[in-house]
């Protein structure tokens, strides 16, 4: 019995570095958009736009990935009797609005929704943290 679970609790800690990994990938993702939604409120231009949108388009990949990952985490968790809930929304970037009305008020609201994507991540990443120190402790 002992045995057993301490092969789900390994699974489960794999599976919580898996989602860490996706976590901190999109929190990477989305400070380089940060950067570039920064440049493109001062004027940056259509390249600048671009760089932005393909920042925050990879910074969404990583999310959905995380997305996965914290499910499959939160699986692994079950199986040894502990519950997390971990989600992160990964809609509304507003990229239509933001290629067709360049503007520094588009620009604006485009960087808060980069900028709270990046809260969400920040506090997946915490909790998941969180977990897997008690898992290491436990």
Do not use: P
Request: hydrophobic residues 40%; aromatic residues 12%.
């Amino acid at each position: 019995m002992q045995q057993n679970y301490e092969k789900e609790k390994r699974e489960a800690i794999d599976a919580g570095n898996r989602a860490l990994w996706s976590l901190q990938e999109a929190r990477n993702q989305l400070d380089k958009a940060n950067g570039w939604g920064l440049v493109d409120m001062l004027g940056g231009g259509l390249f600048t736009t671009f760089a932005k949108r393909s920042r925050m388009d990879r910074a969404k990949e990583f999310m959905n990935r995380a997305r996965y990952d914290l499910q499959t985490f939160s699986r692994e968790l079950r199986d040894i009797s502990m519950t997390c809930h971990l989600d992160i929304k990964t809609d509304g970037f507003l990229s239509f609005a933001d290629y067709f009305f360049d503007n520094i008020f588009v620009d604006w609201m485009v960087q808060d929704r980069i900028q709270e994507a990046a809260r969400q991540v920040d506090t997946a990443i915490y909790r998941v943290q969180e977990v897997l120190d008690q898992l290491s402790r436990g």
